[in-house]
């Protein structure tokens, strides 16, 4: 899809990338006034949408590339092509850690039927798909008495608890990169494992790769529809819905924000110390998460994308919405909402040994920034809500 | 008889109204009684379930939410106690050195085996084929007897529930079986319906026979939202239920279970498990660790395991054997977890047929048990819980108090004061969010509903009344009180 830019949305557009260097809060409360002028709650779920679209779009591609490597790779495995899936996982997450802002509401992602656990579930008992250390035989490739099939891993998939995770993006990973039990760089699987004769059960874990891609990109397909501009999809209801849409965006924004990003993924990495609390951690790519989210936040509230082919996406967003009630309100939130996303960029790889040490560690320090960033741009966004006359949140006011 | 000294209208936000607050005060006579049609006439707007603490979640994560008003600085806590909460153990000995001591004996392998997204379990799917062994559904057995605290007493070999899995090098206790029995029945407008009755079975027993007498009791695994603010209901307020049902003189006569606590050491009132029969929430984590995934706690420091059990006896224990398996720290951590769980917001409070069904609810006499309202007080345990939980006005729809049930429902197994055809009343709230969250909407202690209305029609003994009213209703009206229901 190519982004039509229509003037006001261009106008729109430069005075928000215009509105960071404003020192001067009058100078952007105008900016924002002007713009706002524009801003109704339809207009802002209907850019959402679009929004959304291109957003896992851009995914949609990034696993169908992923597919086409882990094909190849799996017809004659070798060290090269282990390497080409590894790289065109990370591309693809890139685009993936962006959508997350698009959970929580019970959109299609995460709705009564929506494929979320199957995506991305973690953290994952690797030994329940696997071999790991100590235990050769574990998991359901081991198990030559389970089918692979879609249907049967889906089914598998967390049964009898939350971390026997069969599919989505991480049982991928685990079983391009295998365990991390390195403490400088990720887990180093050998392409031999997936070669007959040299590892037990190597056409069980190719097929079971290729099963679980096929299934992640089936998953990824059905979200395009649900949110493809047709009479009958998601996204129809949503963009009727009015300012009820956009309390579902708050919402989206405010749980990423703190409970998921601030709290599961970097709270309790911090705690524990332990590198199995680690969002991507046989790939050692969380540092990359963590950025992904925070600008998946942020393109929400900006109501910006840049997409895959280098093009960007812009139209009415929240953060014209909530300026037109409080322009400074608006302008801190984006201030809070930016430092997140530099804060989350300077988080250095590996995420694992960033966690570890002493209260005043360096690395601690980084992602503690994080975290105090994200509370505040929590509770930056329920006020933002708040004003824009949204309270029914999953959050009050602090 | 509405107490004078009551903090509700003291504690509703304003949003609620003045014209709320106008028609308590007139119809106060009637707003604490348990007549059901007063009662429900003058329901607020009720939408906020767990008032303050009331998130506006639906989908997968429906459960999953803190209080909405929990502090920032509490936060932390709350996420780190879930990762314990779905966390896997993992056999001793283990690289894993924070979350080794699985079994020798468990059910599940986390609490979110059985609370999956911290919602319901269901039981198990027998068109899988006959190995799938329960998870979110386990069978607790005892003797005839009483142990020394007026509590059941286990069986000799087997204890006090039946663990169907085990660790490497030790024998599971055994294998369930499950069967459905259909109950036929039909409504006055000659509508037929069916439900089913479940038979349990127990097949390859690794220690031998069980008791001759033994009696069992399944439990499926409850949601979790709102669990800390039941903590927090004032115990007098379960009294008066008891004491204002008795002094009606009808047939519904609750029961205040008295049960043994392990944190307190003393005997409360019980107003978690199927039968109430656990006082708090540190003493049902504490079991459920212990019982359901056999890790030892500074509460429970020993394993379960019966002296007829020597391989489970001789098995490798976490923690080197030196320490509970679970440190007293992060236990606190996941009661806390749990009991700031946040209940979710009603959906379309404000539908016609959801506000029929309200109507029918009331006229059938179900809030007679299912007391829709509560103003929480102190939380019992400030290190384990938060002072977000206090002074909300929530609406569970319990009256926490045991009640004969009948016998279609009866287990025939006494559980400290509840005897074998008592049971709980359930909370309602979340009812209707358990298929988002858990893809199912198996009801009752076993699971056996498929759907609120299968579950109604379970009613006997003491809600035989309530119930023969559900049979005298339309289609459109069953239809309407299901839809209440659902909104809850």
Known sequence: MTPVLKPVVLATLLAVLAAPAMAQPAAAANGSVAAAQAVTAPAVARHYAQLVLASYEDTLAGALTLQKAVQSFTAAPSDEGLKAARKAWLDAREFYGQTEAFRFYGGPIDDKNGPEGRINAWPMDESYVDYVKDAPNAGIINTRKTAISKKQLASLNERNGEENIATGWHAIEFLLWGQDLSTTGPGNRSFEDFVDGKKPNADRRRQYLQVVTELLVDDLRSLTKAWAPTATSYRAKFERGGMESVRKMFVGLGSLSRGELAGERLEVALASQDQEDEHSCFSDNTHRDVVANAKGIQNVWLGQYKRADGSTLGGASLRELVAAKNPALAERTTQQIAASVAAAEGIQAPFDREIVGAKDAPGRLRVQKTIDSLVQQSKDLVEAANAAGITKLTLVKP | ?488
Not at chain 2, 102 to 120: K, Y
Not at chain 2, 462 to 483: F, I, Y
Request: charged share 20%; glycine share 12%; aromatic share 8%.
């Open chain 2, 1 to 488: 008889m509405l107490r004078g000294a009551s903090p509700q209208p003291a504690t509703r936000r304003l949003r609620a109204g003045l014209a709320w607050l106008a028609v308590a005060g007139l119809a106060g006579l009637a707003f604490w009684t348990h007549a059901g049609v007063a009662q429900d006439s003058v329901t607020p707007d009720d939408e906020r379930t767990g008032g303050d603490s009331t998130v506006f979640a639906t989908g997968q994560n429906a459960f999953s939410f803190p209080l909405a008003n929990l502090p920032d600085e509490e936060r932390t806590r709350f996420v780190i106690g879930n990762s314990f909460f779905k966390r896997n153990w993992v056999q001793a000995p283990s690289s894993t050195t924070a979350r080794d001591g699985l079994g020798p004996h468990f059910i599940a392998r986390s609490c979110g085996g059985c609370h999956v997204q911290d919602g319901r379990g269901a039981p198990p799917d027998f068109t899988r084929g006959l190995s799938e062994q329960p998870v979110g559904l386990l069978l607790r057995l005892s003797i005839p007897g009483k142990d020394a605290h007026g509590g059941p007493l286990p069986d000799p070999v087997y204890g006090d529930q039946f663990s169907n899995f085990a660790v490497q090098g030790v024998m599971p206790e055994g294998q369930i079986s499950l069967r459905y029995e259909t109950v036929r029945g039909k409504f006055a407008d000659g509508t037929p319906y069916q439900l089913q009755k479940p038979r349990y079975g127990f097949s390859k027993l690794n220690y031998g026979p069980m008791a001759k007498d033994l009696m069992l009791s399944p439990r499926i695994a409850p949601q979790m939202a709102g669990v800390g603010l039941l903590e927090a209901i004032p115990e007098a307020e379960i009294v008066r239920n008891a004491r204002e049902q008795a002094a009606l003189g009808g047939a519904v006569r609750g029961v205040a279970n008295q049960v043994w606590d392990a944190p307190t050491q003393q005997m409360r009132l019980g107003r978690f498990g199927w039968k109430a029969n656990v006082a708090t929430l540190a003493h049902q984590t504490g079991g459920a660790f212990l019982g359901d995934m056999g890790i030892t706690s500074p509460l429970f420091p020993k394993e379960s395991c019966t002296s007829a059990q020597k391989d489970c006896l001789a098995a490798p224990r976490g923690a080197q054997g030196k320490a509970p398996e679970i440190d007293e720290k992060t236990f606190n951590d996941v009661v806390f977890y749990e009991s700031t769980l946040a209940p979710a917001a009603r959906r379309n409070p404000k539908d016609a047929q959801v506000v029929q069904g309200q109507k029918l609810f009331a006229q059938a006499q179900c809030a007679a048990c299912h007391r829709s309202s509560y103003v929480t007080g102190e939380i019992p345990f400030p290190r384990l819980g938060s002072k977000a939980a206090q002074g909300q006005t929530i609406w569970p729809y319990t009256d926490l108090l045991l009640h004969d049930m009948g016998e279609g429902l009866a287990d025939g197994r006494p559980d400290f004061l509840a005897n074998g055809r008592q049971w709980r009343t359930p909370p309602l709230w979340g009812l209707g969010l358990v298929p988002d969250v858990n893809g199912h909407n198996r009801l009752l202690h076993d699971g056996r509903a498929r759907g609120a209305l299968e579950a109604v029609l379970w009613h006997d003994g003491e809600a035989r009344a309530s119930k023969d009213k559900v049979l005298q209703m339309t289609a459109q009206e069953r239809a309407a009180l299901v839809k209440f229901l659902e909104s809850l």
